[in-house]
């Protein structure tokens, strides 16, 4: 019979060896802990649409105090809750019909039925679904049924037909309609679809090719803007605040409908102000069109997005940028703007308006306008337009821009504007886009873009050249 061998005591350097060898990481993704993902939907949808919170701002609030979370969870809490205000008005009318008690539900469990539809509606299992909320037996099978009920939107009049299944006010679904005809179909499904994440190359510091290759170097897969000259597309899902190229101040994110806007201020001239600079994405942008050289004033009457303003140029490298807060109205305000009266070769106005063009970043928007709201809105416009022209010199160009789909907010208000200011003219948008540019993305000679064409954000933005030699304005 064989003895057996004692074995030896590990020796002091085996263990530690041990402790310096890595661990084997799990494969495939950790799953996610849907309890505590659906407590965070639950708390930031309630923000949004019961205490009337920005969705980014509620975002922000809720994943802040839920340090807990993991990355992927993070994420999954930002694209559930967004995804559900994309599709609000289309979950209700489809919830109500599912689910027996909707109506007489609880708020609470009202808005644990709506996530449920809205995940389905997003293409997840309705029976994996039912046991992640841990629904009850009759409301799970309620749940299945949910994408066929979509069948009786056929029941409804077209014009309530469209703007349910768009999940849009009444009064913005006719406009739509009024706009784009039977595209209105096709621009909605658009505007309710998730955005890319797109960013601007800062040419003071790095070029387009040159960026994208970095950020390669760093795991980022990118694809260049089909429209705009310096901007990215990034395919893989980062917080790109985290990259050290954006630490750097190699980009700024932006949207490739704004780099265009940006690119109708043209350069470089000496004087330019953006009128309406706010955090300053075009600021920058008009910044790096100068070289860093002239002076760019940049006026808002909110200090705290200009103080975003400074950080974000110190990042970037830019020096010509004055900032200059100004009053909102009265006598204080037209003092403020007398220093720059008649002395800019470009004025930017890149109006507030109802941001209709943006409801795929900012999908709760939609639920804060009415009718009044989009007159005030013109109404504003029409004012800013007026007081800003005064900065333009002869021979100099004011640009008017909003990031609106609707005509009341853009074509009607410099109509306006032309008829009150006739020693103003309209100038074709293609002189500075270039023709195969201005061809895809211009009407009536201004910036035209879409959601559904142009994969963009929906601008619209107009070159308005002051004539030298200056008619009276209209009384």
């Not at 800062?202 to 000259?229: C, F, H, M, W």
């Not at 893989?236 to 932006?254: H, I, P, W």
């Not at 100099?396 to 005509?407: A, D, W």
Request: glycine fraction near 6%.
């Amino acid at each position: 019979m064989m003895k057996k061998r004692a074995l030896k005591p590990k020796r002091r350097d085996d263990r530690r060896e041990e402790r310096r060898a890595p661990r084997k990481k799990p494969s495939g993704p950790r799953p996610l802990r849907e309890d505590l993902v659906t407590q965070a939907c639950l708390e930031a949808y309630g923000a949004v649409r019961h205490e009337n919170r920005l969705a980014d701002r509620a975002l922000e609030f809720v994943l802040r105090n839920r340090s807990n979370l993991y990355s992927h969870e993070r994420r999954a809490v930002a694209e559930r809750v967004y995804a559900l205000l994309r599709r609000q008005r289309l979950v209700d009318f489809l919830a109500e019909r599912a689910f027996p008690r909707f109506a007489s539900a609880n708020t609470t469990r009202k808005d644990l039925l709506r996530l449920a539809a809205s995940r389905v509606l997003e293409g997840e299992p309705a029976g994996a679904v039912g046991d992640a909320l841990t629904l009850v037996s009759d409301e799970a099978v309620a749940l299945a049924r949910v994408p066929a009920l979509r069948s009786e939107l056929s029941s409804l009049p077209p014009g309530e037909r469209f703007a349910v299944e768009a999940s849009l006010p009444d009064f913005l679904a006719a406009r739509l309609r009024a706009e784009l005809g039977p595209e209105a179909v096709e621009a909605a499904a658009a505007m309710n679809q998730r955005a890319p994440l797109t960013v601007r190359a800062n040419a003071l510091k790095i070029t387009r090719d040159e960026l994208a290759q970095r950020l390669r170097r760093d795991g980022v897969e990118v694809k260049t803007t089909p429209l705009s000259p310096f901007g990215l597309h990034l395919e893989t899902r980062v917080n790109v605040y985290s990259l050290e190229a954006f630490k750097e101040g190699l980009f700024e994110v932006q949207d490739e409908g704004s780099q265009l806007l940006g690119m109708l201020v043209d350069g470089p001239p000496r004087t330019v102000v953006d009128a309406c600079a706010g955090a300053g994405g075009k600021t920058l942008q008009i910044a790096a069109q100068m070289k860093n050289r002239g002076d760019l004033y940049a006026l808002d009457v909110d200090e705290r997005r200009l103080g975003e303003l400074k950080l974000r140029a110190r990042r970037a490298g830019v020096h010509n940028v004055r900032v200059k807060p100004i009053p909102g109205e009265g006598p204080e305000a037209e003092t403020a703007l007398l220093p720059l009266k008649d002395a800019a070769e470009r004025v930017l106005v890149d109006a507030p308006c109802t941001g209709t063009g943006t409801f795929r970043r900012k999908p709760d928007a939609r639920y804060r306008l009415d009718e009044a709201s989009l007159a005030d809105h013109v109404q504003r416009q029409k004012q800013l337009l007026a007081r800003f022209a005064t900065m333009v010199k002869p021979g100099g160009r004011l640009v008017y821009g909003t990031c609106s789909l609707l005509r009341e907010e853009n074509e009607e208000v410099v109509k306006d504007f032309l008829f009150r200011h006739p020693h103003f003219e309209v100038l074709p948008a293609a002189q500075w886009l270039g023709p195969e540019l201005g061809q895809k993305c211009t009407v009536d000679g201004a910036l035209r873009l879409y959601p559904h064409r142009h994969n963009t954000d929906g601008f619209y933005g107009v070159v308005l050249g002051r004539k030298k030699q200056a008619s009276s304005p209209a009384s």
